[in-house]
């Protein structure tokens, strides 16, 4: 059985306290993050990779703007082998926005999905929805995922069990 991990958004403008967006609580999981990310057998980094004047932007502020500090993935995130990790730039909250995506997991071919990252209600949740739909068996690492909104956050997690997803801890996919 082969299993695609999907970091969601674990960048800079997010996860460090001195970010453009910062989610709070978001570097203590960095740590967790790492290590799946090198237990992973594959790997896929979604990225907001937003233009200067990015319509979201109205929504949620200025982040992740293309070639900005804010924008990049924290160093302790990155593999050293790209064939075991593929970055997945994307403009708009749903990965499944990006026209990199869809082919990356035809040529994947994974049986399963393990997800984590930020937003938990918002990024992680467009992600977790949309793996679903794959027909695939889509798990969520519970310790390695943070929210703005913890009664979104519980909502959303709520819905994905009902749809039939699935909740893990890091010690049960790290042991």
Known sequence: MSTVFFDIDTQ??????????????????????AALNRKAPVVISSMCAHSEDDPEFAIYGHHCVTGTVGQQKPTVTLLNDPARQFFVPKQELNVFSSPDLLPLLKRLNADSYVVYGVVTEICVQFAAFGL???????????????????SAAASMIARFTEAGGHLVTSRQILT
């Open 12 to 33: 800079i403008d997010f996860m460090l306290p001195t970010g453009a967006l910062y989610v709070p609580g978001a570097e203590q999981i960095l740590p967790v993050i």
């Open 132 to 150: 679903l739909k794959t027909g695939k068996s889509v798990t969520i690492v519970t310790d390695a995922i943070r929210s703005l909104d913890e």
